[in-house]
């Protein structure tokens, strides 16, 4: 496992990979730097990605992901990743993207177990009456990277 840190303007994000892939990316309090640790072409291009994307140059990532979950779960990352930049949906229409009308509940609960923050897009998706609702970042973050979306 792999770690690098990128300093946003809504705090440290903290990215972890193998080799080949992006494990997590995740807002932490404080950077564990380890000078020693080589890192690996995907974490370098993740990072710059991360950076084109709060410049507002970005709006697709293009990495080799590694987002370990349930069928289930995997289903609604990827309708995730569907949402696109600027835009929200609600958790029923994700709901209903995956083939479960009535799962608005299961796709939050998959929503909430997303350890890809940002390139898995799940601050794109609010609650039906357009309230902003859980982001593990905390809502302030989701509502900065919603409207940070908006103007680019």
């Not at 979950?69 to 209903?96: H, M, N």
């Not at 799962?103 to 799940?122: Q, Y």
Request: hydrophobic share 35%.
């Amino acid at each position: 496992m792999y770690k690098a840190y990128y300093h946003s303007p809504i705090g440290i994000v903290e990215m972890v990979s193998d080799e080949n892939s992006i494990i997590a990316l995740s807002f932490v309090e404080e950077a564990i730097e380890n000078n020693e640790q080589t890192v690996p072409k995907v974490l370098q291009t993740a990072l710059e990605q991360i950076d084109e994307y709060f410049q507002g140059k970005r709006k697709v990532f293009n990495l080799e992901l590694k987002a370990e979950g349930t069928e289930f779960q995997q289903k609604v990352w990827r309708s995730l990743v569907e949402v696109p930049y600027g835009e929200t949906a609600c958790y029923g229409d994700i709901a209903k993207a995956v083939g479960n009308n009535k799962g608005s509940r299961a796709v939050g609960g998959a929503n909430n177990k997303n350890k890809i923050a940002i390139i898995i897009p799940c601050h794109r998706i609010i609650g039906a009456d357009g309230s902003l609702t859980g982001y593990a970042g905390g809502l302030w973050r989701k509502e900065w990277l919603l409207k940070h979306e908006k103007k680019s």
